[in-house]
């Protein structure tokens, strides 16, 4: 139930294409679901975010498309660039305790 | 502006050693945390702590010790390392805001071989 369940693994695109990174979750009770980007050798660091009550949320060339009745949410990277080239991790929060779950991560490679 | 600070940035150590890892952040957030990360597990949490002094367990506590006398400072202890607690350790803070969904920041990582 506290589970979240991110594909694909792993991800090789050409430069200009749309990777799209899903994430399912079943505990209806978590109540923010934010993104994170990490590059090698870094920490972490927070790409865009979404709650439950919004469908759709666009930051720049990120989106995140979130679909509360299917347990869903999934990153869209438009125009993808080689600087992209990163690990990518869904999270979502437990209400009331300031803890994440986060997914297993997806390796995202953008070839020039 | 430092942010959060994490050292040492690198540790090689042999199996049965005490062993401390140091998380320091400037900007006097509530909410800490300790994360590991292995490939095909993502980040797990290992310790948060709410304020100084309230910490409490998260998701593979297990041969972790952890205390946080001052707000800034969050150190984590491996008592008796194991080969299996060979990672790499990310600490994190966040503010404290009724209702939560407050960004958590990240360290640059600790990474931790146990020979």
């Known amino acids: 139930q506290q589970q979240v369940k991110q594909s694909p693994q792993s991800l090789i695109v050409q430069k200009g294409g749309i990777p799209i990174i899903n994430c399912a979750y079943e505990n209806t009770a978590f109540d923010y679901f934010p993104w994170y980007q990490q590059f090698p050798g870094k920490g972490p660091a927070l790409l865009i975010a979404i709650r439950p009550d919004v469908s759709e949320k666009k930051e720049g060339r990120f989106t995140i498309s979130f679909n509360k009745s299917a347990k869903q949410f999934s990153l869209h990277i438009m125009d993808s660039q080689p600087g992209d080239s990163a690990t990518y991790f869904c999270?979502?929060?437990?209400?009331?305790?300031?803890?994440?779950?986060f997914g297993t991560g997806t390796r995202l490679k953008v070839l020039a | 502006d430092a942010g959060i600070t994490q050292s040492p940035r690198y540790k090689i150590t042999e199996t049965g050693r005490q062993v401390t890892l140091m998380c320091h952040q400037t900007w006097s957030h509530s909410y800490m945390f300790w994360y590991r990360q292995d490939l095909g597990h993502g980040l797990r949490l290992i310790y948060y702590s709410a304020a100084a002094d309230i910490t409490d367990k998260g998701e593979v506590p297990d041969g972790y010790v952890v205390s946080r006398s001052k707000t800034e400072n969050f150190p984590l202890t491996l008592e008796s390392a194991t080969r299996s607690q060979t990672s790499v350790y990310f600490c994190a803070s966040s503010e404290y805001r009724r209702g939560g969904r407050e960004t958590q920041y990240f360290g640059p990582g600790t990474r931790l071989l146990v020979l």
């Open positions: 999270a979502a929060s437990i209400p009331g305790t300031y803890k994440y779950i």
